[in-house]
């Protein structure tokens, strides 16, 4: 592996972890990752603590930045505009080019575009939160914002709602579907933490969208009509519904790879072109397509991926699903199944008068997936009874195990323990 030149296209956390894990593996490679978005590494996941002036940006980066030199990673801060992988060439905007043996495309999501009327058109007042440089827009327009409205019942959106609501700004939130994170929420959970975000002040809306974005003077966003028929002013317009890998511009690339929903790769994370591989959010992996885009798969998938890189046989597989979350300061954690297919049973219990719930789902007679709002909890713990297929009621008894011991957050488990034993019979 002596001086194999491996090159990384993204510094999130697939391309950073990729790097790190090709540097204990390969010595004296020489290893460079390229970005446009950022010199340096940053914890996207905390981005909303930026924007809420809690953290500056140079405090989100996990790495001191001594760490880059020190580990022989050469950073460029710079867009790719072509690959050509007859030469082994990658090409930037500044007119550079870089050689390699081995490159990753490792660049992420970016956000979905609706098509709604006048969003095209508008020139200034329209944010997204994915980014650094939507971070960088945000912080310009939330000073003067007076109505604002967020467009898109999930993560990114209720974390643009929060730093809205920390700056004082107005804020509606607009959800299509039935129920806030309805791809995670179970009826229940979603009217605790529904009744939690309005208790902040905010105008929560389900069952309703964006259908037409008016503009004022110099195409700035002024107003929306929504799928009700109502208009409301708005001079900032959050747009979070949902993320799409970022591949669109490789198809006008000397050498594209397969591309469908994202980069095609084997389970070896190998892309239709022997040289390339891709992993990470922009990845459509295996024969069944599926694209993950969450931080702890894309960190599993850069370990992988370095692997296969640098010579190991790897297939990868799907792990147990896992997410955690917060809304405002609400905790919310879901491993396994997060809803019940056909034959599966649900068993639901909450706390009275308290943001507390537990949600169990059953599937051929195992315990296969888990929901929890109010405490923080041990998702290791549930995987293990996931792959053991542990019968619900063992669960049951066992819930305190999984608790994190927290200063004045455990939250007793008796009442919904009862609940739950009830739902059993």
């Given at each position: 592996m002596a001086q194999q030149k491996f090159l990384i296209?993204?510094?999130?956390?697939?391309?950073?972890?990729?790097?790190?894990?090709?540097?204990?593996?390969?010595?004296?490679?020489?290893?460079?990752?390229?970005?446009?978005e950022s010199p340096y590494f940053f914890s996207r996941t905390a981005m909303m603590y930026a924007l809420m002036g809690h953290m500056e940006l140079p405090q989100l980066e996990p790495y001191e930045r001594s760490v880059w030199k020190q580990k022989k990673i050469?950073?460029?801060?710079?867009?790719?505009?072509?690959?050509?992988?007859?030469?082994?060439?990658?090409?930037t905007s500044s007119s550079r080019s870089f050689a390699f043996d081995r490159l990753l495309l490792a660049t992420g999501s970016c956000p979905r575009q609706p098509d709604w009327p006048g969003l095209a058109e508008a020139r200034s007042g329209v944010v997204n939160f994915v980014s650094k440089q939507d971070l960088e827009k945000c912080e310009q327009l939330i000073?003067?914002?007076?109505?604002?409205?967020?467009?898109?019942?999930?993560?990114i959106g209720v974390e643009l709602v929060e730093c809205l609501v920390h700056h004082k700004v107005p804020v509606r939130f607009l959800v299509r579907e039935?129920?806030?994170?309805?791809?995670?929420?179970?009826?229940?959970?979603?009217?605790?933490?529904e009744a939690h975000l309005r208790h902040h002040g905010i105008d929560l809306r389900t069952n309703e969208t964006v259908a037409r974005v008016g503009l004022g003077q110099n195409a700035q966003v002024a107003e929306i009509e929504t799928s009700t028929g109502q208009n409301h002013p708005c001079d900032?317009?959050?747009?979070?519904?949902?993320?799409?890998?970022?591949?669109?511009?490789?198809?006008?690339?000397?050498?594209?790879?397969?591309?469908?929903?994202?980069?095609?790769?084997?389970?070896?994370?190998?892309?239709?072109?022997?040289?390339?591989?891709?992993?990470?959010?922009?990845?459509?992996?295996?024969?069944?397509?599926?694209?993950?885009?969450?931080?702890?798969?894309?960190?599993?998938q850069g370990e992988l991926v370095a692997r296969s890189m640098t010579g190991d046989k790897v297939s990868y597989a799907r792990p147990v699903f896992f997410n955690s979350s917060k809304f405002f300061d609400l905790e919310f954690t879901t491993v396994g199944l997060p809803h019940p297919?056909?034959?599966?049973?649900?068993?639901?219990?909450?706390?009275?008068?308290?943001?507390?719930?537990?949600?169990?789902?059953?599937?051929?007679?195992?315990?296969?997936?888990?929901?929890?709002?109010?405490?923080?909890?041990?998702?290791?713990l549930f995987e293990r009874w996931i792959a053991e297929a542990q019968p619900v009621s063992f669960v049951i008894e066992n819930?305190?195990?999984?608790?994190?011991?927290?200063?004045?957050?455990r939250v007793p488990m008796g009442e919904v323990r009862a609940q739950l034993k009830r739902c059993l019979t």
């Open positions: 296209i993204g510094n999130g956390v697939t391309g950073v972890t990729a790097a790190m894990t090709i540097r204990a593996r390969a010595p004296q490679a020489e290893i460079t990752i390229i970005s446009g050469h950073l460029v801060h710079d867009w790719v505009t072509d690959i050509d992988a007859t030469r082994g060439l990658v090409s000073p003067s914002a007076r109505n604002a409205t967020v467009v898109g019942g999930g993560l039935p129920h806030f994170f309805h791809a995670a929420l179970g009826k229940g959970e979603a009217a605790i933490v900032l317009l959050g747009v979070t519904i949902g993320v799409e890998p970022a591949v669109s511009w490789l198809r006008t690339v000397s050498t594209p790879p397969k591309i469908g929903r994202g980069i095609r790769v084997d389970d070896s994370f190998q892309t239709s072109i022997p040289s390339i591989y891709a992993a990470g959010d922009c990845a459509e992996i295996g024969s069944s397509g599926f694209v993950e885009q969450l931080w702890y798969s894309a960190k599993r297919g056909a034959g599966d049973r649900e068993y639901f219990s909450s706390i009275p008068g308290r943001p507390v719930s537990v949600r169990l789902i059953e599937h051929n007679g195992a315990f296969a997936g888990i929901s929890l709002l109010g405490s923080r909890w041990r998702h290791e819930l305190e195990k999984a608790q994190f011991d927290v200063e004045f957050g």
